[in-house]
C-alpha cells in the first residue's frame, strides 16, 4: 500500500524551510500554517518566499500539503467583532493557500458559545458561504475537521459535518478531514475491526468517504466519548495499536493523506518514531 504519511511541520524562519525540514524527515504529506496561529494578524506572503516554497516543493517527494488555519478563527463566534475578525482571516487563509499552490484548509468549524448547535452550524456554513463568494475562482477547498466535542465545540458528530456541507451552496471545495484522537473522543470507536468498520461504514453513509480528503493520526490521552482533545503518541493512548492497525491496512482508504499532530520537539525527531509504528502496522510492509 502506497501510502501518503507525514506530520505537521513548523515554518519557522518561512513557509519554505518547512519543506526542507519534511525533505530531511523523508514524507510524502505534511501540514502547515501558514503564519503565526496565534496572531491575528499576518505579515503578507512575500514573493521570492512563495517562489522558494514552490520551488522545494517541486524537487521534492512531497505528494501532499494541507494548511491548518489559525486557532483564533471562529466561524460560529457570538461576538460580532469576533466573528468578523474570524471571517476575514478565514479569507486571508485561503488565499494564502492560494498564493502558495496548496489545495486544501484545514479548520475546525467553530464554537457555538450558548447559541446552540443549529445556530452555530447555520453560522459556520453561512461564513463558508461568505468567504467562498470572497474567493470565487479559487481551487482552494475548506476542509473541515472532525472535533472531539469539548466544550461547545460543533463536529464532534458526522451529521454536524453533513448538515454543514449541505447549506454550503459550492459544494465541491468542501471536504473532511478525520482527527482520530478527536472521533474517538467524540464516542467513535476504532479499536476492534468490527467498531472499527462501523464507523468508517457511518461515515460513508452521512458524509461520504470520496470527501475524506485528509486524516490526523494521534492517540488519545482520553478515553472513548470524553469529548476531551488530547493527543498522543501513536500506540500509548486509548485508541492503541489496533486501531491504527484497521485504519493503515483498509484499502478503500489507502489512498487518503495521513498526517501526524502527535507532540513533538524541535527536530520533529518524534514524528520519525510514531511514522516508523506506523508503517509496521500495515500487512507485509517491508521497510
Known amino acids: ?12 524562519g518561512g513557509v519554505s524551510t518547512s519543506v526542507e525540514r519534511a525533505k530531511k524527515l ?30 522545494s516543493l ?7 500539503v494541507v494548511v491548518h488555519d489559525s486557532y483564533l478563527i471562529n466561524l460560529c463566534a ?7 475578525k474570524s471571517r476575514n482571516a478565514f479569507v486571508d487563509e485561503l488565499n494564502r493557500c ?14 457555538h458559545n450558548g447559541a446552540g448547535e443549529d445556530t452555530g452550524i447555520k453560522m459556520i456554513a453561512e461564513s463558508i458561504n461568505i468567504a467562498h463568494a470572497e474567493t470565487a475562482g479559487s481551487k482552494v477547498g475548506s476542509m473541515l475537521e472532525a472535533t472531539a466535542g469539548q466544550g461547545t ?44 468498520d462501523e464507523t468508517i461504514n457511518l461515515f460513508d453513509e452521512i458524509i461520504g468517504l470520496e470527501r475524506l480528503k485528509c486524516f490526523h ?26 486501531g491504527f492497525r484497521n485504519i493503515m491496512n483498509d484499502s478503500r482508504i489507502a489512498h487518503v493523506p495521513k498526517i501526524l499532530e502527535t507532540p513533538k520537539g524541535k527536530e ?20
Open 1 to 12: 500500500m502506497n501510502e501518503l504519511l507525514g506530520a505537521h511541520t513548523s515554518i519557522s
Open 26 to 55: 523523508k514524507f510524502s504529506a505534511m501540514q502547515i500554517f501558514s503564519k503565526n496561529n496565534n496572531r491575528w494578524y499576518a505579515k503578507p506572503l512575500d514573493k521570492t518566499e512563495i517562489d522558494l516554497f514552490k520551488k
Open 58 to 64: 517541486a524537487d521534492s517527494d512531497i505528494k501532499f
Open 78 to 84: 457570538q461576538n460580532p467583532e469576533i466573528l468578523k
Open 98 to 111: 492560494g498564493q502558495l499552490g496548496i489545495p486544501f484548509l484545514n479548520f475546525h468549524p467553530g464554537a
Open 153 to 196: 465545540a460543533i463536529g464532534y458528530k458526522f451529521e454536524h459535518l453533513r448538515h454543514i456541507i449541505d447549506l454550503v451552496e459550492d459544494k465541491n471545495r468542501m471536504s473532511v478531514c478525520i482527527d482520530t484522537a478527536h472521533i474517538f473522543a467524540a464516542g467513535y470507536d476504532l479499536r476492534s475491526e468490527k467498531k472499527y
Open 217 to 242: 493520526m494521534n492517540d488519545s490521552k482520553k478515553d472513548l466519548g470524553t469529548n476531551v482533545d488530547r493527543h498522543e503518541h501513536i500506540g500509548k493512548g486509548f485508541i492503541g495499536l489496533e
Open 268 to 287: 520533529q525527531l518524534e514524528d520519525l518514531e510514531n511514522l516508523k509504528v506506523l508503517r509496521s502496522l500495515i500487512k507485509d510492509y517491508q521497510s
